[in-house]
């Protein structure tokens, strides 16, 4: 059972309108659309404003098309904006609230912040659907339960177990990332972990801990970090100090 926290530590909300930004509907005498559409800004993994990931989670976005929802995702130039479509309550109750979220560039299956952040929104603007102090959401990996701990916004998710596969050689590794293979563990060689219908991990085992080859803007990466917990617990005896 893997687990990520969540404590939102600001919020903003404010109405935004959504407009085409075709060039070519522009040139053919289209004219912006005016709907409105409610939107958090939060900060995830952190109790202080303007610190941890940041989130923007923009609500009751049913029938906003694919395009657009990417669209507004590029505007906020965040690294992950999650669109809350909410449906019939008995859907939610048997299946949770259906959530996609968008990088600037793309739509993804799961991610860790915005799947915590999300959840505590709607954990405090949304109280029908909190069942015992859990928040399902309908992501498009599958239905992921987070939940929270007291009157506070710390909460816990679960996510799918991970896949581990091939193991790489570690001198190519080490080029790759610009180090040397004497920087890498030797009792622990890099593979490959993936969290299932996420994308690839590679796991560079460095002595005393455990790099990977990705590179975030973000202060913590919410799956990543379980990727590599999960690596060193299924590798080698977990420490107690």
């Known amino acids: 059972m893997n687990r990520g926290s969540s404590m939102p530590g600001r919020w903003e909300t404010r109405e935004i309108v959504e407009k085409l930004l075709d060039n070519r509907d522009k040139s053919a005498g289209v004219q912006p659309m005016g709907t409105q559409l409610e939107y958090f800004i939060v900060d995830v993994f952190t109790d202080t404003a303007l610190e941890g990931n940041p989130l923007a989670v923009v609500m009751n976005t049913a029938g906003l098309s694919t395009e657009k929802m990417q669209t507004i995702a590029r505007e906020f130039n965040l690294s992950e904006t999650t669109f809350v479509e909410r449906r019939a309550a008995e859907l939610e109750q048997h299946e949770g609230v259906r959530v996609r979220i968008f990088t600037t560039q793309e739509e993804l299956p799961f991610a860790g912040h915005p799947t ?44 799918r177990d991970p896949e581990f596969g091939a193991e790489l050689e570690p001198h190519e590794v080490a080029r790759l990332c610009g180090l040397a293979t004497e920087d890498l563990d030797p009792a622990l060689r890099p593979q490959v972990v993936q969290e299932p219908r996420l994308p690839l991990w590679r796991l560079n085992p460095w002595k005393g801990w455990a790099g990977s080859t990705w590179a975030s803007r973000k202060p913590q990466h919410g799956c990543a970090s379980v990727e590599r917990a999960g690596f060193l617990f299924w590798r080698q005896p977990v420490r107690q100090d």
């Open 116 to 159: 915590l952040g999300t959840a505590s929104v709607l954990r405090m603007t949304a109280h029908e659907v909190v069942a015992s102090d859990t928040v399902t959401l309908a992501l498009n990996v599958g239905a992921v339960p987070v939940r929270f701990a007291g009157e506070g916004s710390f909460g816990e998710m679960t996510q």
